[in-house]
């Protein structure tokens, strides 16, 4: 059976970029096939290959902004969604495509495939604990996804 990880992203103190983390925490408290870990944490590019490292598939959860985006939307994306072509520039900067390029050449075991929960989210400057309520209405749905995702990826 292959090894899922599911990472909830964000900051847990900025209102509305916590809903990835608030999604992660959920999903734990679930009874999650033995082949799923579930993490959160506030990093991103590069410092997410110590996360990934080891499982054949992820799923990621994390807020997003958009120009025209309706908060409390959500997405379900692809890497090939982010528009990023591999560019080694500074450790600080590297987005996952990167990483996820540098990994496998330096011989780590990444996924192959990575789902991409983002959130529209209005909110990611105000120190608070709770999303808005719009994102708040939005988690259940997203939860229902990745466990319909789960539950697709363990039928196979």
């Known amino acids: 059976m292959e090894k899922i990880v599911i990472i909830g992203l964000g900051n847990p103190i900025l209102s509305d970029d916590?809903?990835?983390i608030q999604i992660?925490?959920?999903?734990?408290?679930?009874?999650?096939?033995?082949?799923?870990?579930?993490?959160e944490s506030g990093v991103s590019g590069v410092y997410l290959l110590d996360l990934l490292t080891g499982y054949d598939?992820?799923?990621?959860?994390?807020?997003?902004?958009?120009?025209?985006?309706?908060?409390?939307?959500f997405y379900r994306l692809s890497l090939d969604d982010l528009f990023s072509k591999p560019s080694y520039t500074t450790i600080h900067k590297i987005d996952l495509n990167t990483a996820l390029e540098l990994g496998r050449e330096i011989g780590l075991k990444v996924p192959?495939?990575?789902?991409?929960?983002a959130i529209e989210i209005g909110d990611n400057t105000t120190f608070s604990e709770k999303c808005s309520p719009e994102v708040i209405r939005a988690?259940?749905?997203v939860e229902k996804s990745v466990l319909c995702l789960l539950k697709e990826e363990n039928l196979n």
């Open 24 to 39: 992660a925490r959920n999903l734990l408290a679930k009874n999650l096939p033995g082949n799923v870990d579930v993490k």
């Open 57 to 73: 598939k992820a799923i990621i959860i994390d807020s997003i902004k958009t120009n025209n985006g309706k908060i409390g939307s």
């Open 112 to 117: 192959d495939e990575i789902v991409i929960f």
């Open 139 to 141: 988690i259940p749905e």
């Open 18 to 20: 916590s809903v990835g």
